[in-house]
Nanobody
């Protein structure tokens, strides 16, 4: 059974940083494309970034986070990371990690088959 567990969320002031982690189990982590999404109250789940399973570890970012957020993975630890810098109040949301066998250049929630429970990120102004 695939299990994804996010951690690292919390309350931070605007301009601050947070690092989210996603511990994966029940899957061959290195063979999955991994992604981060977020969902704010009353809004649809939004793609943020993905990193492919290939040795190249290609990364893709939404324009809203490009240059501020960095995705990375440690296949030896079965862990996905999201470094978030220069946080803004509009970044406030629940953040989810997800796993996909799909590999492409664009991503949507339907491309991902497994999801974590999410971790809350709140950015105060």
């Amino acid at each position: 059974q695939v299990q994804l567990v996010e951690s690292g969320g919390g309350l931070v002031q605007a301009g601050g940083s947070l690092r989210l982690s996603c511990a994966a189990s029940g899957l061959t982590f290195s063979r999955y494309t991994m992604g981060w999404f977020r969902q704010a109250p009353g809004k649809e789940r939004e793609f943020l970034t993905a990193i492919t399973w290939s040795a190249a570890g290609n990364t893709y970012y939404a324009d809203s986070v490009k240059g501020r957020f960095t995705i990375s993975r440690d296949n030896a630890k079965n862990t996905l990371y999201l470094q978030m810098n220069s946080l803004k109040p509009e970044d406030t949301a629940i953040y989810y990690c997800a796993a996909a066998t799909y590999t492409g250049t664009t991503y949507s929630p339907t491309d991902f088959r497994s999801w974590g429970q999410g971790t809350q990120v709140t950015v105060s102004s």
